[in-house]
Structure formats: C-alpha cells, structure tokens
C-alpha cells in the first residue's frame, strides 16, 4: 500500500522540477540599467514638454547623444575601435582663429539681415535667392576641411598612402578636366570620372602666395598589377612656384587612368604638397614620354618620408575610375602590351551559315539568326 504513495511524491517531485528547468529557461536577464524612453509617460502625450523650434530639439539631440548610456550601439560592437589621438598629424597646423571675433561677425551679419525689409519680404514670400557660390566659400573656409579628411578616412586613403598617418586638407584644391571645347569634368571627392574624360591633364587651381613653392601628385592606389601594396604614379609636378602649374617642373609626365578590365573602381588621388625651400627631385624624375609600368611603380609613402623635412601636405582631391574602351588603346598603343583582363568575357553562341532552306530543321531554328533586339514569336 506505501507504493501508490511513494510513486505519487515522485512524480509530483518530477513535474515540480520539470516547471522549475522551463521557467528558469524563459526568465530574461534583467537590464543593467533603464531602457530609452522609460521616464515618458505615453498614456498622456499632452502634458510632454514641446519643443517648439527645431533648435530646441537639436540641442537635446546632441545632448541625449554625448550622454553615456549602459547599452552599446552598433558601431560599438562591430566597428574598429580607433583612438583619433593616436593618429599623427602630418599637415598643416590649424589656423589661429578668434572664437569672439567670430560670433562678433555673425550677430553683425544677423543685425543686416533683419534689418533689410526686401530680404525679409523675400524670406517670408520663399522668393529669397542663396548666393551659392559665398556658401561654397564660407564652407571652404570653416567645416569643409574636415568634411575633406572624414571623406578620405571613409575611403581608406590616409591608410594606403601614409600607413594610418592623417591630415587635413586646409588648401582648396580645384581639379577639372576639359571634356570637349566647352564642358568640364570636375574632380571632387569620391565622384566617378571615366579614362576617356580623363585623357589630358587637367586643369588644377588653388589658392596660394606668390613666392611659395609646391608639388603635385596624381597617384593610382589600386591598379599595379603586380604588387598589391604598390601605385603607379601619373603625373608628377615638383617646384611649382606659386599657383602657376604650368610653370612648375614636370618631373612624370602626365598618363590618362588605365584601370585593368573587371578590376573594378580605382581610387586617384591628387596630393598638393606646400614646400618649404626648392628641392633636388632628381631621383623621382621619369623620362618623357613614360610608357614603362615598371618606371611608374611609386610610393607616396616612401617619397613623402624622402621628402618629409621641406614638404607638408596641403590639398587633397580625389576621384574614381573604371575600365572603358579608351584603356584597350593605351594597353595596345602607348603601353605596347596586352591587355590584362580579370573577368571573363563570354563569347557570343556559335551558329552555323544560315541555310536558305532548312529542310527538317526545328521549329525555333529562324530564332538563332534574329536580331537580338527583335523579339521572337513561336510556340516554346
């Protein structure tokens, strides 16, 4: 009789610790801290705090985001853990600017504006026209260089080029190359330019004392074909005294891009280097003309540490390039060599001469022979 009883404490044993395991499985871990939002009270939205500008709601933005939080984003958990200050500055040294002189300049230009009644009509009509060209300026001038330098980190240059070493481009670099008689290419940051736009050296501009010296570069990161950590150096202009390019000593002359076909994009880059003194660059000088890769084999590395003591970067502006039918002529006729090819090119489907009158032949065999644009018709 005690073994009904004796089986019935262990099964009930049994289920009470089978109901223990599961809940114990489903709890969650209780969070280290509060959750976003936790303190808003979201069965009365009324009674929150307005905002009632954009400004208002920017500055709480900003602050909400510098504010240390418990939980980690997802930049935190995937992205290279990188300390700025670790980085060496190799440029310029930042201009010396007067934080009071400043907001001075910007109340006075506020004053202006809201004293003028036709700007103000205008504002309020939306008939106001924006001078782009003084906002271009004025972006030059302040936030563009570092807008520059976030650009060129976002694009692995300073890694390639300088091994991790970075700078920011105070000089505005102006490149553009002519398409035609009348049209212009420009070269911004990232933007694309095909070899055919690039054939002739364009045309490069910049700001810059009269008795100053400096050095031009337009380099290729990603397209020797035998060493991966290799360029090839595409123009080359060295002593440049003031901003007449034109003046300066060719020291490589210019080659249009000839980014290998299925290689993908190719990142150029033009360095404007500020000199200190004339320098002896005898060493980097190629011959004119210069249709030898292995001649054109250069390290922007390796020459800006030969160069390091008279010469800072200055200017950056780069763009990027891939195959077209021009580079089939400069393989073929400048490089004398074949073309290297990285993808596979399928040929077209082989068919025999057409017969006049295909006897037994099958119902789609017209089809082999249409225009591939035409559309066919037929039962399949």
């Known amino acids: 009789m005690a073994a009904p009883g004796w089986r019935a404490a262990l099964y009930g044993s049994r289920r009470w610790r089978a109901f223990s395991t599961s809940a114990a499985c489903s709890r969650r871990t209780a969070p280290l801290g509060p959750m976003p939002n936790e303190d808003i009270d979201v069965s009365n939205l009324e009674r929150l705090e307005k905002y009632r500008s954009f400004e208002r709601y920017r500055r709480r933005a900003e602050q909400e985001a510098r504010a240390p939080h418990w939980w980690r984003t997802y930049w935190e958990h995937f992205?290279?853990?990188s300390d700025p200050k670790d980085k060496i500055d190799i440029g310029l040294p930042p201009p010396k600017i007067c934080r009071t002189q400043q907001l001075l300049e910007r109340k006075q230009v506020l004053r202006e504006l809201r004293a003028n009644v036709e700007e103000e009509r205008a504002a309020r009509l939306r008939t106001?026209?924006?001078?782009?060209?003084?906002?271009?300026?004025e972006w030059e001038r302040t936030c563009g260089?570092?807008?520059?330098?976030?650009?060129?980190?976002?694009?692995?240059?300073?890694?390639?080029?300088?091994?991790?070493?970075?700078?920011?481009?105070?000089?505005?670099?102006?490149?553009?190359?002519?398409?035609?008689?009348?049209?212009?290419?420009?070269?911004?940051?990232?933007?694309?330019?095909?070899?055919?736009?690039?054939?002739?050296?364009?045309?490069?501009?910049?700001?810059?004392?009269?008795?100053?010296?400096?050095?031009?570069?337009?380099?290729?990161?990603?397209?020797?074909?035998?060493?991966?950590?290799?360029?090839?150096?595409?123009?080359?202009?060295?002593?440049?005294?003031?901003?007449?390019?034109?003046?300066?000593?060719?020291?490589?002359?210019?080659?249009?891009?000839?980014?290998?076909?299925?290689?993908?994009?190719?990142?150029?880059?033009?360095?404007?280097?500020?000199?200190?003194?004339?320098?002896?660059?005898?060493?980097?000088?190629?011959?004119?003309?210069?249709?030898?890769?292995?001649?054109?084999?250069?390290?922007?590395?390796?020459?800006?540490?030969?160069?390091?003591?008279?010469?800072?970067?200055?200017g950056l502006a780069f763009f990027q390039c891939r195959w077209d039918d021009s580079v089939t002529h400069v393989f073929h006729?400048?490089?004398?060599?074949?073309?290297?090819?990285?993808e596979f090119v399928r040929p077209s489907p082989y068919h025999p001469k057409q017969k006049r009158f295909p006897h037994r032949q099958p119902l789609r065999y017209l089809d082999r022979y249409r225009d591939s644009h035409e559309p066919t018709y037929g039962i399949y």
């Open 333 to 342: 006729q400048l490089l004398d060599m074949r073309e290297p090819v990285f």
């Open 79 to 81: 992205g290279e853990k």
């Open 145 to 314: 260089p570092y807008h520059k330098q976030r650009l060129a980190e976002y694009y692995g240059l300073y890694r390639d080029l300088f091994h991790g070493a970075t700078f920011v481009p105070r000089v505005p670099l102006h490149v553009a190359y002519a398409v035609g008689e009348e049209d212009l290419m420009p070269v911004y940051h990232g933007n694309e330019v095909t070899p055919t736009e690039a054939t002739q050296a364009p045309e490069v501009t910049y700001e810059a004392d009269q008795d100053s010296l400096w050095t031009l570069l337009l380099t290729n990161l990603d397209g020797h074909l035998l060493e991966p950590d290799a360029e090839y150096v595409h123009w080359l202009v060295t002593n440049i005294p003031g901003n007449r390019v034109a003046e300066g000593q060719e020291t490589c002359p210019y080659l249009q891009p000839f980014p290998a076909r299925g290689s993908g994009f190719h990142r150029f880059a033009f360095l404007l280097f500020k000199q200190d003194k004339p320098i002896d660059f005898s060493e980097d000088t190629r011959p004119s003309p210069c249709y030898q890769l292995a001649q054109r084999t250069f390290h922007t590395f390796d020459f800006y540490k030969k160069h390091q003591e008279a010469m800072t970067p200055a």
């Open 128 to 137: 106001a026209r924006i001078p782009l060209e003084e906002v271009r300026a």
